[in-house]
């Protein structure tokens, strides 16, 4: 398990640069997406036309993950953004789709008090790969009008030490700020950090 981190953690710090450039286009329209829910049901992105909606692509085994969730960041952000009127869809790229697997990723954010508006499995990796996700954490963020305005890592300290939040910009909490109040988002590409996706092979 140990040597598995390792090398998940090599591969998400090599993917920063490239991420950048990798990632759905800012000012593009977002892909439109479909999938089963932690839940059972069905979840689109088409559910949350006309709002803005944060997209996370997230792994509760990623160490970068745990320093987010762990020390409470990530899920005090989603409820800053939901209590704004703002959809949050956390995304689980190559995760055990079958009931136990949702089952236990429900506890898994309960545990950690996590508050998305709705939780997609994308078991097979097609929509990851439609927005060219590369880590874990890696957000978007979506208009209104369906365009990608933020794209890249949840804050500006690329560590798994959860000491370095608090001296941390946090970039989506930035650019939902700056969006809510009719001003252009003022870094509108970041690097992402973290581990990388787990794409299922072939996918």
Request: proline letters at 7%.
């Amino acid at each position: 398990m140990k040597r598995h981190w390792q090398t998940a953690l090599v591969l998400g710090a090599s993917l920063f640069s490239a991420g950048a450039m990798a990632q759905a286009g800012v000012g593009q329209p977002a892909p439109a997406f479909s999938g089963v829910g932690a839940d059972g049901k069905p979840v689109a992105l088409g559910d949350f036309k006309g709002k803005y909606v944060v997209l996370e692509w997230t792994n509760p085994e990623c160490p970068f993950v745990k320093k987010h969730y762990d020390s409470g960041n990530l899920p005090a952000t989603q409820k800053a953004a939901t209590a704004k009127g703002v959809a949050w869809v956390s995304i689980q790229t190559g995760a055990d789709g079958s009931a136990k697997g949702r089952a236990d990723l429900q506890a898994w954010q309960a545990a950690k008090q996590s508050a998305p508006t709705a939780t997609v499995i994308d078991a097979d990796g097609h929509i990851g790969r439609s927005y060219r996700a590369v880590t874990t954490p890696h957000l978007y963020i979506v208009d209104p009008q369906g365009k990608v305005i933020y794209a890249g890592g949840i804050d500006s300290k690329a560590t798994a030490n959860p000491a370095d939040i608090a001296s941390a910009t946090n970039y989506v909490n930035q650019a939902l700020g700056e969006a809510l109040a009719g001003k252009p988002v003022s870094q509108p590409v970041t690097k992402p950090y973290g581990c990388s996706v787990k794409y299922p092979a072939g996918a």
